[in-house]
């Protein structure tokens, strides 16, 4: 137990040290609103690097019978460093419970889903990248580089939207947005 926590603390440096000596950006939050977006700073422009941010989906406070979380990858340009993971309870890094990684995207499976669903009241979104080269994509023929992602969430008790699209399944030759109904 102490070790784990001497192990921690030194993670917690770490971290300390890389945000005074690059990455500036703040894109790490906590969302207890119902629905709301998430995207890479700039979006879509570049970002500085080496990034990593986590956003917290948190519905606990908010009382349905059956409810989940749905994420619609509507605009993904990334195929690495993405990661979802639903917990039963979620304060902080370090306290925490019930975690299942739902996905992490890939360049071999980017193209597979347009949604991800929990039925847990918290859902974590991690983002972490090193360097922007290789991890973009260009997309109008090359001619436009496009970088990070912006998505949307939404808390819901009935089936996700199937009628959602991504820029993926479009082989980014078109754009997909969510419109503020969820439509
Ligand atoms: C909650 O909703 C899901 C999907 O809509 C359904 O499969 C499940 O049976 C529901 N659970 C309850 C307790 O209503
Ligand atoms: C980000 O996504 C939202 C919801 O789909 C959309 O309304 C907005 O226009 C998008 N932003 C950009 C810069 O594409």
């Not at 001497?6 to 917690?12: E, Q, T």
């Not at 306290?95 to 889903?113: P, Q, R, S």
């Not at 080269?133 to 969430?153: A, K, M, P, Q, S």
Request: glycine share 6%; hydrophobic share 35%.
């Amino acid at each position: 137990m102490r070790f784990t926590a001497i192990g921690l603390s030194f993670l917690f440096h770490l971290t300390l040290i890389g945000g005074s000596t690059g990455s500036e950006v703040s894109c790490s939050s906590r969302l207890t609103t119902p629905r709301g977006v998430i995207q890479t700073p700039n979006f879509p422009r570049a970002f500085p690097v080496p990034i990593k941010c986590r956003w917290v989906i948190d519905v606990s406070d908010i009382s349905a019978s059956n409810s989940s979380i749905v994420v619609y990858l509507t605009q993904v340009y990334v195929y690495k460093g993405l990661r979802f993971t639903e917990y039963a309870y979620y304060e902080s890094e370090s306290m925490n419970f019930g975690a299942t990684l739902i996905k992490e995207i890939t360049e071999g499976n980017v193209f597979e889903y347009k949604l991800f669903r929990t039925f847990r009241p918290f859902l974590v979104i991690e983002f972490e990248l090193d360097q922007l080269e290789g991890n973009h994509v260009r997309v109008l023929n090359d001619l436009l580089d496009v970088y990070g992602f912006n998505i949307t969430y939404q808390m819901t008790e009935d089936v996700p939207n199937p009628d959602s699209c991504s820029v993926q399944r479009c082989s980014y030759t078109g754009n997909c947005f969510m419109s503020g109904d969820y439509e």
